[in-house]
């Protein structure tokens, strides 16, 4: 896989993020905010209809930024409805992670077990999965549904604080990553999962070859971490898609992670294909980021409810 669309490739396009300005932004940047706020879910949706379900598998973050928090404010913002599974309680704020303590395996799969035979499931998104067992359970419950999977391999907390056993890697690796329909690393994941290490933007396809190899039909990587702008690559292997933002000048970036996953699997479960999804998430949370917000004495969270804002601002503006 090169830097380029070779011959069996097909390139969507290199994408530049057509984020929509918010209310700390100017109002005369808000004009069209009304027609996305409602998100993916709700578009075709009439009185009474049921929306689209999006079963969220993750940690829980006391602060309310990211893991199953960040994941049900995401699916409201894209008007389908959130389920959870929760895997791991954690004591955390905009500092850091005091602590962690993942529920038992068993725990986890009757909560899955409970709500897919009873609600139904649209699409899956998994985040924090600590232990092997919780891996190896969440992957025997997953293994007969036939819907999307969104993986997120959360390997390691904003502040550092590693979020997956070592004897985890291998078992996500195994037996998870081969049922994803989308995987979306960040770069020290990669370099966690496949060993290939990313420093510049040439690296994204090298990378995004080694996870395919893995066994994930579409891969999301993430270069938020390079310098510049901020750059992902969504690949599976034939068809590219290269979605480019202005970096965010905004250190309040918490649960930026499992928001872009969870607003990918929200396009899933709602009918999107991959790449239509991923353009949306990655739109979505461009916004988020920016309009991202100081909570404690810390790293505080990206706003979920930006579009929402700034659709209330334009509306008391008369716009």
């Known amino acids: 896989m090169a830097g380029r669309a070779g011959p ?12 929509v300005g918010g209310a700390a932004d100017g109002l005369g940047h808000l004009r069209g905010v009304a027609v996305t706020a409602a998100g993916v879910g709700t578009a075709a949706m009439g009185r009474g209809m049921t929306p689209p379900r999006v079963l ?14 960040a994941d049900l404010k995401t699916a409201a913002a ?8 929760v895997t791991a309680v954690t004591a955390q704020n905009s500092v850091g992670v005091q602590g962690a303590w993942e529920l038992p395996a068993e725990a986890v799969r009757a909560q899955i077990v409970s709500v897919v035979g009873d609600i139904g499931v649209d699409a899956v998104k ?68 496949t060993g290939v290490e990313v420093h510049d933007e040439a690296g994204l396809w090298r990378a995004a070859e080694a996870v395919l190899a893995l066994g994930p039909r579409w891969v999301l990587v993430k270069g938020g971490h390079l310098p510049g702008e901020a750059v992902d690559l969504l690949t599976d292997g034939t068809t590219e898609l290269v979605l480019r933002a202005d970096r965010a000048d905004n250190r309040h970036t918490h649960g930026t992670g499992c928001t872009l996953a969870s607003a990918i699997a929200a396009g899933l479960a709602s009918g999107q ?7 949306a998430a990655k739109d979505y949370v461009t916004g988020a980021l920016r309009a991202g917000f100081a909570l404690g004495a810390g790293i505080g969270p990206v706003d979920h409810a930006w579009r929402w804002r700034a659709a209330a601002a334009a509306a008391a503006a008369g716009i």
Not at 78 to 85: E, L, P, R
Not at 273 to 279: L, Q, S
């Open 273 to 279: 294909d991959v790449p239509t999804a991923t353009r």
């Open 126 to 193: 998994t985040g924090m999965l600590a232990t092997p067992d919780l891996v190896r359970v969440v992957a025997e419950e997953l293994r007969g549904l036939s819907v999307p999977l969104v993986v997120d391999p959360v390997g390691v907390s904003k502040h550092g604080h590693r979020l997956l056993e070592p004897a985890a890697v291998s078992v996500l690796r195994d037996l998870l990553l081969p049922l994803a329909t989308v995987t979306t690393p960040n770069l020290d994941e990669v370099a966690l999962l």
């Open 56 to 69: 969220a598998i993750a940690g829980s973050d006391s602060g309310g930024g990211a893991g199953i928090q």
């Open 78 to 85: 894209f008007g389908v409805h959130g389920m959870t599974a």
């Open 8 to 19: 069996g490739r097909r390139r969507i396009c290199d994408q530049r993020d057509n984020w």
